[in-house]
């Protein structure tokens, strides 16, 4: 199999690494891809994620089997309509579908309709009805631009000041654009979060082992909300009881939902989920793989990723076996981030105890060197996450890391 790759971060790295370990393929090409890919062997394609018709072009000079597409943009920009259209054969959720992402309230009317767990919410336009509605309700409180923000229009105010900034930022200052427009007020979940990804085609729900995400940017889950600061898996402390109701009463109703939306689902189905008294109840759905997530659950997926997806393209049962291993990912991230950050400086070497990601890096005259927020991502796999953390550790600890920080923390719920 050929298979081309849409995006260029750290998830993108590890979808492309993982496909390669496939006796079925011989060639990963990713579009744009960044320079760190290439020490695997995976082939960069100098297209946007938005030139739709040089990428069908390309899929089709190449002769590609399918595509696979990493971030969201691109769905929701109707990538898979327009591959589909052209004749191709790609995987991931057309705009309809990948709206799930693209809106919270739509994401929202869909749990509502399906009876599935999650937030008491309310939707609103206007400024002021939302600053009265949150005055009512009182804090702690959730705010959410209703459309995309990176990951970052999620506000969770233990405050009625914090709550009334959040609101004023997102519809007033337009900090983040039209996807402020909407915002959507929901009530404060008490509980552990964690994230639980699928293979889904239609009603049919394949899924993976479950991760926990690092959202903020500082130790003990301080300072701001970035798009992730590490993750590991497995998360001991979420009962496998837990996960089992929350495939049932959330990834699989949620599939069935969109089917009976007429907005049927293919891709990977990303559910932020909290364990709270009552069950697992939804965050956020996403219509793709999660970043740093990915980088953290494949390495523990022993079956063939390539043929995982041939098989569910084909309409075929694939084989998902997983690995007990534990495996712990931390980012190397520019100081200063999520706001401005530094360029430029040269990414550090590792030893070959654990495995490198990369993500916002360009090749300098031969020199990758930091040009994003969330440069790499470290990852090492072993018998438990302690151990899997100390290498990770111990290999940043050694790493030249001027003009990085890195949390000290990731996993450590997870030993408590």
């Not at 959040?166 to 996807?179: I, V």
């Amino acid at each position: 199999m050929k298979i081309l790759i849409i995006g260029s971060g750290g998830r993108e790295h590890a979808i492309a690494k993982k496909m390669l370990e496939s006796s079925h393929v011989t060639d990963i090409f990713c579009a744009k891809g960044n320079p760190g890919m290439k020490k695997d062997g995976i082939q960069l394609v100098d297209i946007a994620e938005d030139k739709h018709e040089e990428l069908i072009s390309f899929a089709k000079d190449q002769e590609i089997d399918w595509t696979f597409v990493g971030p969201e943009i691109p769905l929701l920009n109707g990538i898979v309509d327009d591959f589909q259209a052209a004749g191709l054969r790609i995987f991931g959720p057309n705009k309809a579908a990948a709206m799930i992402e693209g809106s919270k309230e739509f994401a929202k009317k869909i749990m509502v309709d399906n009876q599935i767990p999650t937030a008491d919410y309310e939707a609103f336009t206007d400024y002021e009805a939302a600053c009265a509605y949150v005055k009512e309700k009182g804090a702690p409180i959730v705010i959410k631009a209703d459309g995309l923000a990176a990951g970052k229009g999620v506000t969770v105010a233990m405050t009625l000041d914090e709550a009334l900034q959040a609101l004023k930022e997102m519809m007033t200052d337009h900090r983040f654009g039209e996807s402020g427009d909407k915002v959507v007020v929901e009530e404060f979940l008490a509980g552990e979060e964690f994230s639980l990804l699928a293979f889904v085609k239609n009603e049919k729900v394949y899924p993976m082992v479950i991760a926990q995400d690092h959202k903020r940017a500082y130790d003990n889950d301080l300072g701001p909300n970035t798009g992730g600061m590490g993750a590991y898996s497995p998360v001991p402390q979420i009962p496998s009881e837990m996960v089992d109701t929350a495939v049932e009463k959330i990834l699989k109703a949620a599939a069935l939902g969109m089917v009976k939306n007429g907005t049927s689902f293919t891709g990977i189905l990303y559910a932020g989920l909290i364990a709270t008294d009552a069950g697992p109840k939804v965050i956020e759905f996403n219509a793709r793989f999660g970043d740093p997530e990915t980088q953290v659950v494949l390495p523990r997926l022993t079956s063939d990723l390539a043929q995982v997806i041939d098989d569910i393209l084909n309409d075929q049962e694939p084989e998902l076996v997983w690995s007990d291993q534990a495996s712990v990912g931390v980012v190397l991230a520019a100081e200063g981030y999520p706001n401005a950050y530094q360029k430029g400086m040269p990414t550090p070497s590792f030893d070959d105890q654990v495995t490198i990601y990369y993500a916002g890096v360009v090749d300098d005259q031969g020199e990758i060197r930091a040009s994003g927020g969330r440069v790499l991502l470290v990852e090492a796999e072993a018998e438990t996450i302690e151990a899997a953390q100390t290498k990770v550790y111990q290999a940043l600890d050694h790493a030249k890391t001027e003009g990085y920080f890195y949390r000290k923390d990731i996993g450590a719920k997870s030993l408590k």
